[in-house]
């Protein structure tokens, strides 16, 4: 019987045997002619985030992407959340489960073949925005370094 996580009682699930994951390598990311969604998560004190956007999408569209859609979510905005500025990130999403839902809806819509997160993403994140998004999830990083 699985074991039930803490706060979302939703059966945890089963780690892969080692030697399935190990025999996994992620292939490079190919930009040129992909469709992608372009996505930021900023804190409030950062002030220049339209800038930050407007330079990732220039380095994706210089070696060939096509960016079809850009998605923001700021944290520590609203009054509630000014309080969480100096919590960690989502260990699982890295956004709200709305913000999720908003970039799978953008993907969806644009057909894209990947999600790029201008933040730093783990392996785990990655996997798990991949399948949620139904889509490639990497970091801006990881997709201008194979580009």
Known sequence: MHQLRGRDRRPARRAA???ASAGRAASPVELAGARVVLVGYFSAKEKRFGALMDAAAAALTARGARVEGRIVQRRGVSH??????TWPFSSRTLLGSGKVREVAAACEAADADAAVFVASLTEHQQCVL???????????????AAG
């Open 17 to 19: 045997p080692a030697s």
């Open 80 to 85: 509630g959340g000014v309080a969480k500025m």
């Open 130 to 144: 991949t399948e949620l998004l139904g889509c490639r999830a990497v970091s801006l990083s990881e997709a201008l």
